[in-house]
Nanobody, 126 residues
Framework: QVQLVESGGGLVQAGGSLRLSCAAS????????MGWFRQAPGKEREFVAG????????WYADSVKGRFTISRGNAKNTVYLQMNSLKPEDTAVYYC???????????????????WGQGTQVTVSS
């Protein structure tokens, strides 16, 4: 079982930046891919960004492309989400997720990720 723990959320003004972290622990961590998702009140959980663990290729939701950057940490058990030019509509609980069984083929469907963190709240004020 992989444990994922997010951190770095908080309150920021529109136009500001935040950096989210997701640290993995448990058995040897070697996912096919990692993803960030978010869920706003009353809305479904939606894909934000993903990264293939081998090679590091990335993919993004159109709504965050050019503003958010997903990356791996040097420790190799951490993934980051750098969020710039934040907007009030980015307000949500942000979750990291791991694809450990399906091959990491640029999935955006939350049902194709196996392990999830508890989430971290991001609030962007206008």
């Amino acid at each position: 079982q992989v444990q994922l723990v997010e951190s770095g959320g908080g309150l920021v003004q529109a136009g500001g930046s935040l950096r989210l972290s997701c640290a993995a622990s448990g058995r040897t961590f070697s996912p096919y891919a990692m993803g960030w998702f978010r869920q706003a009140p009353g809305k479904e959980r939606e894909f934000v960004a993903g990264i293939r663990w081998s090679g590091g290729s990335t993919w993004y939701a159109d709504s965050v492309k050019g503003r958010f950057t997903i990356s791996r940490g040097n420790a190799k058990n951490t993934v980051y989400l750098q969020m710039n030019s934040l907007k009030p509509e980015d307000t949500a609980v942000y979750y990291c997720a791991a694809d450990t069984t399906r091959g990491g083929y640029y999935y955006t469907n939350r049902n194709l990720y196996d392990d999830w963190g508890q989430g971290t709240q991001v609030t962007v004020s206008s």
